[in-house]
T-cell receptor, first 114, second 106 residues
Framework: KAGVTQTPRYLIKTRGQQVTLSCSPI?????VSWYQQTPGQGLQFLFE???????NKGNFPGRFSGRQFSNSRSEMNVSTLELGDSALYLC?????????????FGPGTRLTVL | AQRVTQPEKLLSVFKGAPVELKCNYS??????LFWYVQYSRQRLQLLLR??SRESIKGFTADLNKGETSFHLKKPFAQEEDSAMYYC????????FGTGTRLTVIP
C-alpha cells in the first residue's frame, strides 16, 4: 500500500496570509490526525477527523481548522499566519482509532512564515 | 487532563552502554502506550506498543502503573539508535511527549 502523502512538502508564506495543507491517508484508513512539530514543543496535536467529522481537538486557536472529505483525504487551513506558525506539519492516518491502532505518519509539510 | 512528560530533551550514551528513555504520564483510566521513533530524514514511525509486549530492535518498555511510567530501555545501545523518541500514552494516542533526542557516541 502507498504510504501517507502530504502536499506541498515546502511552503513559504508571509505574515497575515493563509495556507492550506493536504493529506492523503493510506487506503482504507478512516482516521486522520494533524500535528505541529517544532524543536521546542515537540509534537503537538491539532485535530483528528474520522468519517468527515472532527472527533478530537487539541489546544490551538481557531485560526487552525481542518476538514475531511468522503474519500478520507484531509486538509488543514491556517488563516492569518503568524511567525510562530513556522513548523513542520505532520498528518497521520490509522484504520479506525488512534487509541487502539498504530498511526502512520506522512513526511510532513515544512511551513516557513516570514 | 492528560499529561505526558519526557524529562530529558537530550540524552547521550556510548555505544554498548545501556540506555533508558523516561516517560511519565498522568491519565485517569487505563491508557494504551506507544513509543514512536524518528530517524534522521525518515518519517515518524511506531517503535513499540505496550499491548504487543514485543521487543523491537532490542528495545523494551515496561508499564509501571504505580509510578505511571513507561520507560524505554535497551541493554546495549547501537549507533543506529540515534534518533528522536516520542512517548505517547493515553486512550486516544494523540498526545505525545516533547521527545528525547538520543545520541549514541561511537
Amino acid at each position: 500500500k502507498a504510504g501517507v502523502t502530504q502536499t506541498p512538502r515546502y511552503l513559504i508564506k508571509t505574515r497575515g496570509q493563509q495556507v492550506t495543507l493536504s493529506c492523503s491517508p493510506i487506503s482504507g484508513h478512516r482516521s486522520v490526525s494533524w500535528y505541529q512539530q517544532t524543536p521546542g514543543q515537540g509534537l503537538q496535536f491539532l485535530f483528528e477527523y474520522f468519517s468527515e467529522t472532527q472527533r478530537n481537538k487539541g489546544n490551538f486557536p481557531g485560526r487552525f481548522s481542518g476538514r475531511q472529505f468522503s474519500n478520507s483525504r484531509s486538509e488543514m487551513n491556517v488563516s492569518t499566519l503568524e511567525l510562530g506558525d513556522s513548523a513542520l506539519y505532520l498528518c497521520a492516518s490509522c484504520p479506525d482509532s488512534p487509541g487502539t491502532d498504530t498511526q502512520y505518519f506522512g513526511p510532513g509539510t515544512r511551513l516557513t512564515v516570514l | 487532563a492528560q499529561r505526558v512528560t519526557q524529562p530529558e530533551k537530550l540524552l547521550s550514551v556510548f555505544k554498548g552502554a545501556p540506555v533508558e528513555l523516561k516517560c511519565n504520564y498522568s491519565y485517569s483510566g487505563s491508557p494504551e502506550l506507544f513509543w514512536y521513533v524518528q530517524y534522521s530524514r525518515q518519517r515518524l514511525q511506531l517503535l513499540l506498543r505496550h499491548i504487543s509486549r514485543e521487543s523491537i530492535k532490542g528495545f523494551t518498555a515496561d508499564l509501571n502503573k504505580g509510578e505511571t511510567s513507561f520507560h524505554l530501555k535497551k541493554p546495549f545501545a547501537q549507533e543506529e539508535d540515534s534518533a528522536m523518541y516520542y512517548c505517547c500514552p493515553g486512550a486516544n494516542n494523540l498526545f505525545f511527549g516533547t521527545g528525547t533526542r538520543l545520541t549514541v557516541i561511537p
